[in-house]
Structure formats: C-alpha cells, structure tokens
C-alpha cells in the first residue's frame, strides 16, 4: 500500500444519492424535502427536441414546477446564467431541478450562485469564495460521466474574454442527486462510451493523485471495477438497464472520488485540447489517459497495479516496472473495444496547435496534483505527440 498514513485529509460529500429506475418520478419528495415550493428546471436545447425528459420531469413536478429553462448549450457561457438567473428570479424560483449532462447541471450551479448572492457571476470566479449554502439544487443526470451532481466544481463560459471560468466551492454542491436509469436509455452509443471514460479518468486520476486517500481510493477503485464491467454493455446495448443504472453509480462514485482527491494531468491535457479544438471532454480524456499513464508510470507502479486489478487482471507477474505500460495498453485495448477513436489526429487536432496546447496546460488547476510534477511545457508536448 503506497499511503503516507501519517498524512491528514478532508473528505466530504453531502450529496443525498437517490437511485433506481423511474426515480426521477419522485422529483416532487425531494422539492418538498429541502422545504421548497417553487422549482424551476434547467435543461438543455437537445432534450427538449429530442427526449420527453424535460417533459417527464416538468410533469413529476406537478404543481411544484414554476417553469423551464430550456436554453442550456454544450459548454454553457455566461450569458446563459445570466439568463436562466433572471429568470428564476421572475418567477420566484426557490429551488432549481437540473435535467442534462454536465453543461445543464454546471449551468444551475452558477444560477443557483446568482438567485441566492445577486451581483455578478465573476465575482465568484475561484476556490470557496461563498460563505453559506446556495439555492437548493436537486440533479437528475441525463449522461453518466461527469460526476456533477457531486461535485464541488463548475465550468463557465465566458464567450467574450474567450476564456474558461472555474468556479469551486462546497457551497454549491447539488443537495441530491437522483440517479434513474431510465434517464439514460437515449443517449446515443459513443456519447455513452466518450462520457463512461471520462468516469474512468476521473476514478485513475483520483487514484493517482497527490491528494489520494484510503477513502477516495476505495470509492474509485470500486467505480473501476464497475466501468470494466458494464461500460461495454451499455455500449452495446443502450436498452440494458442494469447496466445503464451501474454506470450512473459508478460515475457518481467517481465524482464522488475526484471531488476530494482531485485530478491531474490528463484532465489539464483534455482541458486544453478541448478549448482550442472543441473535442468533447470524455473523448480527450480517453484518447489522452494511455499516454499519461505511461508518462506517470515510474511514480505510480503500486497504484497502477491496483488499477490493473480491478479491470480484472492477474497483477501476478507484473513488476512495479512494467504496470504502467501494462495499464497504458490494457485501457486502449478497452477503449478500441468500446469503438473509441485512439489518436488525437482522428478528432480534428492539428499538430501544428499542441505546443500552445501544451504552454495552456501547465496553468491548468488540475496539473498541480499530478503524481509527478511538471514545470516543462516540453514534457506536456511529448505526451501530445504521444496521443496525436
Ligand atoms: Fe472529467
């Protein structure tokens, strides 16, 4: 076991987890259990032309429901809260239902930040800046991934200074979160593939973290086990609900994970790439994650032999040596299985872009938790060209 166990850690999650089919038809308990009356759903452009989700939701709500936001858009922009926050404060909203992917859950985080302070959402741009609980916030999660719904973290566009807006804070973890299955059973295949392996990552980058604890490393290695196994079953068959409900778990678990470990290199990789060439975060994460791995390998053999373990291989002939590059093929392996792309080059990133990518990389939050430390934008462009 590779622990310091003289080291101290916080971990904290205050999430209430709901789980199991047509739970989201419950909706109305949770409003009524934080004490509130008049939620307002927050959910994207794409569900409400192609789902009955939002529908569904609205309907579950009853009289609870005072309206729906309904302009969310991959990579929501400031303006969009500024939207959504105007108005729920029409309409008297006194909790928010977030129904979507990370964009739509991350879009009601800073919304429920404005309803409840006012002012401008930059202001909270930033590590716990806030001081006391924000609007209530109830997560139905359309895309099993993210891990959001936990999570103490949002990302803001800000269209107009072209640039990222990182906000974290304990104060705005989503109150519940109501993991249904059946709110999963549309996404098409390699949205569930791309977004399972962002789960993926956030389980081994918690697991590799600086900040890695027993308690983070149980959560995440048990959300390994449950990615191997029924990742490629939801895959292949979108219907398989057993299936669908354990990947929500398992990147809930993950979320939960990362939320208190933290993350590290292929996080700040995939951001990067995924500002300047617009590549779909869980996709640059899978593609980036055997190439980090290999990089990382000489600092983490333990941990990669952990990881090797629960994906289900024999780690009885593998030497501290050898675990990286072992773990590095055996999750491109997965990845190949699960009709992933394997090269940056097959989703649009030119060449000529990474240096820069690499130079935005090393400014990156998540970077400072890497297993080893990384000063050199050289280094970084290595491992692009690695994955390109
Ligand atoms: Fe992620």
């Known amino acids: 076991m590779a622990y310091d166990t003289s080291l101290n850690f916080v971990f904290w999650t205050p999430t209430k987890i709901v789980f199991g089919e047509n739970t989201a038809l419950d909706v109305a308990i949770e409003v009524g259990n934080l004490k509130c009356k008049r939620a307002l759903i927050v959910t994207d452009k794409d569900l409400v032309k192609n789902t009955d989700i939002p529908e569904k939701v609205r309907k579950a709500l009853g009289n609870s429901c005072v309206g729906i936001f309904s302009d969310v858009e991959p990579d929501s922009g400031l303006h969009i809260v500024n939207q959504g926050a105007k108005l729920g404060r029409e309409l008297g909203a006194d909790c928010l239902v977030s129904a979507g992917g990370g964009s739509a859950i991350d879009t009601a985080k800073g919304m429920a930040i404005l ?10 741009v930033g590590l716990q800046l806030l001081t006391r609980p924000q609007t209530p916030h109830i997560v139905i999660p359309t895309t099993a991934g993210t891990g959001s719904e936990v999570s103490y973290g949002a990302v803001i566009e800000d269209h107009e200074q072209r640039k990222k807006l990182i906000f974290a804070d304990y104060n705005f973890i989503p109150n519940v979160a109501i993991l249904d299955p059946k709110m999963t059973e549309g996404l098409p295949r390699g949205l569930t593939a791309a977004t399972g392996m962002d789960a993926m990552c956030h389980a081994i980058e918690a697991m590799h973290s600086l900040q890695r604890e027993p308690v983070t490393d149980g959560i995440a290695l048990h959300a ?18 057993r299936a669908r409900g354990q990947m929500l778990i398992s990147a809930n678990m993950a979320g939960t994970a990362f939320s208190n470990a933290q993350l590290g290199m292929v996080h700040a990789l995939a951001h990067s ?7 779909h975060h869980g996709l640059a994460n899978s593609i980036l994650l055997p190439a980090c791995v290999r990089y990382n390998a000489d600092a983490c053999g333990e941990v990669y032999l952990e990881i090797l373990s629960a994906m289900g291989m024999s780690i009885t002939r593998i030497s501290l040596d050898e675990a990286g590059n072992v773990l590095s093929d055996k999750i491109a392996e997965f990845t190949k299985g699960l009709g992933l792309p394997q090269r940056l080059r097959d989703v649009g990133v030119r060449q000529e872009g990474l240096k820069e990518c690499s130079e935005i990389s090393l400014s990156d939050g998540t970077i400072v938790y890497n297993p080893k430390f990384i000063s050199d934008s050289a280094e970084v462009l290595k491992v692009y060209q690695q994955a390109w």
């Open 115 to 124: 309803l409840k302070e006012g002012g401008k959402l930059q202001d909270y």
């Open 224 to 241: 390994i086990r449950l990615i191997k196994e029924f990742l490629p079953r939801a895959v292949n068959d979108g219907k398989d609900m």
């Open 273 to 279: 790439i995924g500002a300047r060439f617009k590549v």
